[in-house]
C-alpha cells in the first residue's frame, strides 16, 4: 500500500528534504499549512508519517517542535537526516528593478517568511533591507505564495528555488543565509519503523526527569554515560510545564538499544530515581549519505 507523508506546503525546505529521503519511492505527500497539522495528520491516521524540522545550524533547536513531541502527540522517531536550508530572496523582479536593471532591495516594504528562515538570514536582511518590515508565517512556501498573490504591494519572500518556481516568480537574490554550512536536521515520526534506507549510524532519543531534591542527580546521570563510554550528541534542559523551575532533559544517543552498553545505562539512571521516557531508536543518515 502507498505510504502518505504528512509535511509543511510544496516548496518549503521540509518538502525538498523529504523528497530525498524519499527517493524513488511513490508516495502519497499531503501538504499542511501549519506543523500542528502535520503531527496530527499522523495522530489521527490520516498520514504514516510526519515530517518535522528539529535543529538549524544557525538557529539551533526547534523548541517547538520538540515540545509538541513530548507534549503534544506520542510519535515514535523512526529517522533522522539532514538536508542544506538554501534559502533566496523571492519576488518580481520588474516590481523591484533599479536604473541599473538589477533589483533595488530599498525599494522593499516588507518580507515575510518563517521565523527560522528569517533567522537564518539576519545579516543579510539588516545589511541590504534595514527598511523593510519583517512578517512570519507558517512556512517559507507559504510566503512565497502570498507574495505571489500580492502583486504590486512591495513584497518578498525569503524561500526556496522550487517555491519560486512553483509560484512564477524571480530570485531577487540568491543563497541570502548568514552562513554557507547552513543545514537543517529533521525528524520523520509516525508508528511504522522506517526500513527504506539503511544506516551504519543509530541513534536513540530519550527524555529524563530528575528526582526533586536529588542533589547530584544530573551529574550521575551523565556519569551512567561516561564511565561506559557512550557518546552522547545532544543534551538540552525543557521546562516540563508543571511547575516553575522543573525540568526534563532532552538527550540524544549515538548507540542503539540493541546494545548490552546503553540498556545497562538507562536501568542505572532509573535506579537513582530518574524517570526515562524513550522518544525513539532510529537509523541517521548524513546529507551524503542520501545523495
Known amino acids: 500500500m502507498m505510504k502518505t507523508i504528512a509535511l509543511l506546503p510544496a516548496g518549503s525546505v521540509s518538502d ?34 510526519s515530517v518535522i524540522p528539529m535543529e538549524n545550524t544557525i538557529d539551533g533547536s526547534v523548541s517547538l517542535h520538540l515540545d509538541w513531541l513530548v507534549h503534544e502527540v506520542d510519535l515514535p522517531m523512526q529517522a533522522e537526516w539532514v538536508y542544506p536550508s538554501i534559502q533566496n530572496l523571492i519576488g518580481r523582479r520588474e516590481e523591484f528593478s533599479g536604473q541599473s ?71 531577487l537574490a540568491t543563497e541570502v543565509t548568514d552562513h554557507d554550512n547552513n543545514y537543517t536536521r529533521f525528524m520523520l515520526v509516525g508508528t511504522e ?13 530519550i527524555l529524563i526527569t530528575l528526582p ?27 521546562p516540563t510545564k508543571k511547575k516553575l523551575g522543573s525540568y526534563y532533559f532532552y538527550i540524544e544517543i549515538e548507540m542503539s538499544l540493541d546494545t548490552v552498553l546503553l540498556p ?3 536501568q542505572e539512571i532509573e535506579a537513582i530515581g530518574c524517570q526515562i521516557r524513550i522518544l525513539g531508536c532510529y537509523p541517521s543518515f548524513t546529507y551524503e549519505q542520501l545523495l
Open 16 to 49: 525538498e528534504a523529504a523528497k530525498q529521503l524519499f527517493a524513488g519511492e511513490t508516495l502519497n505527500w499531503k501538504h499542511h499549512r501549519l506543523i500542528s497539522d502535520v503531527f496530527l495528520s499522523t495522530v489521527n491516521g490520516i498520514s504514516d508519517y
Open 101 to 171: 536593471g538589477e533589483p533595488d532591495l530599498t525599494t522593499i516594504k516588507k518580507v515575510i517568511s518563517h521565523p527560522v528562515a528569517m533567522a537564518q538570514c539576519t545579516q543579510f536582511l539588516r545589511e541590504h533591507m534595514p527598511q523593510a518590515e519583517k512578517e512570519h508565517v507558517g512556512s517559507t512556501a507559504e510566503a512565497v505564495r502570498i507574495v505571489s498573490d500580492h502583486a504590486g504591494e512591495g513584497i518578498a519572500a525569503i524561500g526556496t528555488r522550487s517555491a519560486a518556481a512553483n509560484n512564477g516568480l524571480d530570485l
Open 193 to 205: 519503523p522506517y526500513t527504506a534506507r539503511q544506516s551504519d549510524r543509530v541513534k536513540t532519543s
Open 212 to 238: 526533586e531534591d536529588y542533589p547530584g542527580a544530573l551529574h550521575q546521570v551523565l556519569s551512567a554515560f561516561a564511565w561506559r563510554r557512550i557518546n552522547l550528541t545532544r543534551i538540552e534542559s525543557r
Open 264 to 266: 545497562a545505562a538507562l
